[in-house]
């Protein structure tokens, strides 16, 4: 089973401000198939990033997703008052898929 | 657009049963992979499993296949997770989700609003 370590757990960070998220791997994710999500209290979960740096369908040009193998980041430039929340990464490409612990983004 | 609307909360004793319903709109129900996926309280996301809507496969996780079901009822465009002889470590959001396919990379794109089940005595 893949495990996916996510850091930092918290970000606390002001509007306009770029965060960058992210997510190791203990082993490499077969075909980069990494996922990003983003998560509200009592809101389905939305996608916003597959395959490690496609972006989803509507989802802001301020999101953005990169790497490879074990190593990915998210960054969000210019936060937006409605980007704070809880971010996961998963992985897909090996079943069992699995996820991130998360990392909680919130105002400063 | 493409929503998913899944069953009320429900709190149950152990050794109980519980059958949580998704029901898809806005899309061609037969042609997707779903998903289900819990999140206890404090844990990360956990995988459970899927389903394929046209022919019904189903693969579960090695943790729950002895004590979870999915089954669909494509009249009623309505998916069904069973979990049998809950326990209090069962207690959890369970979300349906639905496997995009090639146009998003086989992630999950669109999600249901989640379920709270309880296990008390």
């Known amino acids: 089973e893949i495990v996916l370590t996510q850091s930092p757990g918290t970000l606390s960070l002001s509007p306009g401000e770029r965060a960058t998220l992210s997510c190791r791997a203990s082993q490499s994710v077969t075909s980069s198939r990494l996922a990003w999500y983003q998560h509200k209290p009592g809101q389905a979960p939305r996608l916003l990033i597959y395959?490690?740096?496609s972006r989803a369908t509507d989802i802001p040009e301020r999101f953005s997703g990169r790497g490879s193998g074990a190593d990915f980041t998210l960054t969000i430039t210019r936060l937006e008052p409605e980007d704070f929340a809880v971010y996961y990464c998963?992985?897909?490409?090996?079943?069992?898929?699995?996820f991130g612990q998360g990392t909680k983004l919130e105002i400063k | 657009q493409v929503q998913f609307v899944q069953s009320g909360a429900e709190v149950k004793t152990p050794g109980a049963s519980v059958k949580v319903s998704c029901k898809g709109s806005?899309?061609?129900?037969?042609?997707?992979?779903i998903h289900w996926v819990r999140q206890a309280p404090g844990q990360r996301p956990e995988w459970m499993g899927w389903i394929h809507t046209g022919n019904g496969d189903t693969k579960y996780s090695q943790k729950l296949q002895d004590r979870v079901t999915f089954t669909r009822d494509t009249s009623a465009s309505t998916h069904y997770m069973e979990l049998s002889s809950l326990r209090s470590e069962d207690t959890a959001v369970y979300y349906c989700?639905?496997?995009?396919?090639?146009?998003?990379?086989?992630?999950?794109?669109?999600w249901g609003q989640g379920t709270l089940v309880t296990v008390s005595s």
């Open positions: 806005g899309y061609t129900f037969s042609n997707y992979v």
């Open positions: 395959s490690a740096a």
């Open positions: 998963q992985q897909y490409g090996s079943s069992p898929y699995t």
């Open positions: 989700a639905r496997e995009s396919g090639y146009s998003s990379g086989w992630a999950f794109d669109y």
